[in-house]
């Protein structure tokens, strides 16, 4: 049974940090692609980074400098750094596995960022 865990939100100050996790199980991990996307209130969701199963690393340019993606494969486990958050960085954060030539995909089921003072 595939699972992917997303946890690390919350509420945090402008300019504050988070490091988001996500914990993968039942699938081959090492041979997936890994992302983050992000869906805010009223929006579509949109892709933040990606790292493929070679560790190649494809960051949003609005989040260029901010964020940044690591996996883990003895853990199973992708991580998104975020710094200098903005309020507009306040979405819903979704983990995303991919495998070759995008023939499955799955979703985790979200953590809330909340960027607020």
């Known amino acids: 049974q595939v699972q992917l865990v997303e946890s690390g939100g919350g509420v945090v100050q402008p300019g504050g940090s988070l490091r988001l996790s996500c914990a993968a199980s039942?699938?081959?991990?090492?041979?997936?692609?890994m992302s983050w996307y992000r869906q805010a209130p009223g929006k579509e969701r949109e892709l933040v980074a990606a790292i493929s199963a070679g560790g190649i690393l494809n960051i949003a340019d609005s989040m260029k400098g901010r964020f940044t993606i690591s996996r883990d494969s003895a853990k199973n486990t992708v991580y998104l750094q975020m710094n200098s958050l903005k309020p507009e960085d306040t979405a819903v954060y979704y983990c995303?596995?991919?495998?070759?030539?995008?023939?499955?995909?799955?979703w985790g089921q979200g953590t809330q960022v909340t960027v607020s003072s």
């Open positions: 995303k596995a991919e495998s070759r030539y995008g023939i499955r995909h799955y």
């Open positions: 039942g699938f081959t991990f090492s041979s997936y692609a």
